[in-house]
């Protein structure tokens, strides 16, 4: 099938907006989405992994399933069915067959009569269906009688989004929405013909999202941005995405920008946000992006976003944009939007000390100096004393500052029409300034043997409250000692033997950019890495080895490639160790001269992830 991506905008003069987002819609994907520019209706792929699901396993059910694992396969409407049957799901699958209501769009049995019918069970036209009740046949044989011929059309539904048959002459809508508006109307309903024609949602088909209705410029955005995100590997579902089209519709909105967003679900938030942003993407480059007040990194393949807003003198904002761009490429990992924005947060501070004391808000750079430099030490040091800054968070803030205005200095930022021209030699971090760094912060951050073996006889209430993935990772963690980021974006393929077919783990150290470091490791977490690996191998069968992680992320990851991030282990680890009992260590004291121990409580706060590093290295250190 061959689609012209035209079509979507053809009823309407196409502004600038809508001939941008129409030449970014793909032919492959419209043809995915049986896109027909007609009926203006999206059909998702039943069998997509991302966009599809299971079929419903009842007999004549043309519903769909998203609960594989709760509902046996079954849709909604059917498993609520099996649930009050009281039988096992294979004794009702056996006898079940769909005679319920269903929701559905089906013409009169009699051939080629365009009329709707009445409903699953009387599948004819009103006409048709008092005919065979006088007949007294069965719908087979009533269909097979000869002079039974199709009826002409009454037409179609009058409710813009609606393109089903009308079932009388003298209605303006079919059955579905002239109940609908009789039911409003009894409910106080004071909306007019017209507006109501305009507003009212199409009737739910599984599977389907109309778009009549709907302005050119929104249902190009609606189209793209499902295009994009489906490219994202992201899920989206038809039910998840119908809410906010009837939403649109309902509001008279022009466009994704137009739509009040008030009271809908955070998934309707997610999907206007992640669709404008995708058009907001057309065209983009980082020779573009490089100049905005806040930068989406996609554009520089990277994840996550800088924002500039925090930095009010338009010198120190500019040469701030000149310094990410260059320190973007010196940083690797899913992380590095978090490490130039630390950078840009730091001169944040420096810029809002520079707008409270200076008359002039610091906005000309050659009236700058050393006393400028003064105010913002007083200032940090005086956000230390107020509780806004730790001790290390204060060292860490003018060390970042004076790091990079260094790094501005030598990247010629200060030369005759750059952004720090004009600004004077003294306005400079000296090495005196820097706050005294806090002492050994990593002393005191292992584990005590007693808590560790507390920890690990509870491994099973981990399992009772999250994926069985995050044991996995936490008892990866615990045994090697590696980095939260480096357990959890192992390969599948992190296994392997030394020499004498002792196990052997493969990791990339990506703190210190070093990639395939090994760590011989203990028989019990080769098992556990084995055990793994088969279960994401069964998962994503058709996907090469080489490209599946060992913990793939259960979002917008259909190919098992994508690894968890560090994030989500640390929080389903948090929750664990919140719900355990109180820990305890024994402590020796010494009361009258008379030595007892005695048992302490010792502090949930300090079991974190990153505190089972320190404890393996405690423990070899003490070995």
């Known amino acids: 099938m061959t689609v012209a991506v035209q079509e979507i905008g053809a009823a309407e003069p196409q502004g600038p907006r809508l001939r941008r987002v129409l030449a970014a819609i793909e032919p492959s994907f419209l043809e995915l989405m049986q896109w027909d520019q007609t009926a203006r209706r999206l059909i998702f792929p039943v069998d997509h992994v991302q966009l599809g699901g299971e079929s419903c396993r009842v007999r004549g059910c043309r519903k769909t399933s998203f609960k594989f694992a709760m509902a046996h396969q079954l849709c909604d409407t059917c498993n609520e069915h099996w649930l009050r049957s009281g039988q096992s799901v294979d ?54 009688r000869p002079g039974v011929v199709a009826l002409p059309s009454f037409g179609i539904c009058q409710v813009r989004s609606c393109d089903r048959q009308k079932d009388y002459e003298r209605t303006s809508y079919c059955m579905a929405h002239r109940n609908r508006r009789a039911t409003e109307r009894r409910s106080g309903s004071r909306v007019d013909e017209e507006t109501w024609k305009g507003t009212a949602s199409p009737v739910t088909i599984t599977g389907e999202i109309s778009l009549l209705g709907l302005p050119e410029l929104l249902a190009a955005e609606v189209v793209f941005g499902l295009q994009e995100r489906n490219r994202s590997g992201a899920k989206t579902k038809d039910h998840s995405l119908r809410p906010l089209v009837n939403t649109a519709r309902r509001q008279q909105a022009g466009s994704l920008a137009e739509i009040d967003l008030t009271g809908l679900t955070r998934l309707q938030h997610q999907l206007v946000a992640t669709f404008s942003a995708s058009i907001d993407r057309i065209g983009a480059s980082p020779e573009t992006e490089r100049f905005k007040d806040a930068w989406d990194l996609s554009v520089f393949g990277l994840g996550g976003s800088l924002r500039f807003t925090g930095i009010s003198q338009p010198w120190l904002r500019e040469a701030a944009k000149e310094w990410a761009v260059q320190d973007l490429l010196l940083h690797r990992g899913p992380r590095v939007y978090s490490t130039v924005q630390g950078g840009l947060r730091s001169l944040g501070k420096l810029s809002e000390s520079l707008w409270l004391h200076r008359d002039d808000h610091g906005i000309d750079p050659s009236r700058l100096g050393r006393p400028d430099i003064v105010a913002f030490l007083h200032r940090a040091a005086f956000l230390q004393d107020e509780g806004d800054l730790s001790v290390d968070g ?27 021209a004009g600004l004077p030699n003294d306005f400079v971090f000296r090495d005196e300034d820097i706050p005294d760094e806090p002492e050994d912060s990593e002393a005191g951050k292992d584990l005590p043997a007693e808590v560790m073996q507390q920890l690990c006889s509870h491994l099973d209430a981990l399992d009772a409250i999250a994926p069985p993935f995050v044991r996995t990772a936490v008892e990866l963690i615990i045994d090697t000692g590696r980095r939260p980021q480096e357990i959890s974006r192992l390969p599948w393929d992190c296994l392997t033997a030394d020499d004498d077919g002792s196990p052997v783990l493969v990791y990339d150290n990506h703190k210190s950019h070093r990639r395939q470091r090994r760590l011989p490791i203990a028989a019990a977490t080769a098992a556990l890495i084995t055990k793994q690996q088969n279960v994401v191998r069964a998962r994503f069968p058709d996907t090469p080895a080489g490209d599946l992680a060992l913990l793939p992320t259960q979002m917008r990851n259909p190919h ?26 024994s402590v020796t004291v010494d009361t009258d001269g008379r030595r007892a121990t005695e048992q302490i409580l010792f502090d949930k706060a300090r079991i974190f992830l990153y505190a089972y590093r320190h404890s393996y290295a405690q423990r070899h250190a003490d070995a």
């Open 91 to 144: 004794d009702f699958l056996a006898t079940a067959t769909r005679t319920w209501r269903y929701i559905g769009k089906d013409a009169c049995r009699v051939s080629a009569c365009p009329r709707p019918c009445k409903s699953n069970r009387e599948p004819f036209c009103y006409a048709h269906l008092h005919q065979q009740r006088v007949s007294g046949l069965s719908v087979e044989q009533f269909v097979r």
């Open 394 to 420: 204060r060292h860490k803030l003018v060390t970042k500052c004076r790091q990079v205005l260094r790094r501005m200095r030598s990247l010629g930022l200060s030369g005759p029409g750059r952004p720090l």
């Open 560 to 585: 098992g490639a994508k690894s968890i991030g560090e994030g989500l282990i640390s929080a389903w680890h948090r929750a664990w160790v919140t719900g355990l009992p109180e820990f305890h260590i």
